[in-house]
């Protein structure tokens, strides 16, 4: 069993910055793909990024691609999201998911992850 604790939402305002921490317990972190996904009031959960197990990355081009960035560092057992340049549309509920065994083809659907976070609100003020 796989436990997750995310932690470093909160509000900021446009254009700044945030560090969101996920903290895996129950396994080592070089065995599992991690995910970050988030949702907003009203939408569905979309995928944000992933890290695989030798820490080769995926983003959701066309909401985040070049404004945040995920890393691992499995001394700490411990997957972070980097975000900047925040926008108000970033304004979301952020979760961390991992998967022991989840390909590249199915990192972004949020149904394959089988372990997640309770999440990290994220305000983005305008």
């Known amino acids: 069993q796989v436990q997750l604790v995310e932690s470093g939402g909160g509000l900021v305002q446009t254009g700044g910055s945030l560090r969101l921490s996920c903290a895996a317990s129950g396994r080592t972190l070089n065995s599992l793909v991690m995910g970050w996904f988030r949702q907003a009031p009203g939408k569905e959960r979309e995928f944000v990024a992933a890290i695989s197990r030798t820490g080769g990355t995926l983003y959701d081009a066309d909401s985040v691609k070049g404004r945040f960035t995920i890393s691992r560092d499995n001394a700490k057992n411990t997957v972070y999201l980097q975000m900047s340049n925040l926008k108000p549309e970033d304004t979301a509920v952020y979760y961390c998911?991992?998967?022991?065994?989840?390909?590249?083809?199915?990192?972004?659907?949020?149904?394959?992850?089988?372990?997640w976070g309770q999440g990290t609100q994220v305000t983005v003020s305008s």
């Open positions: 998911a991992a998967d022991p065994m989840l390909t590249v083809l199915l990192w972004r659907s949020a149904n394959e992850y089988d372990y």
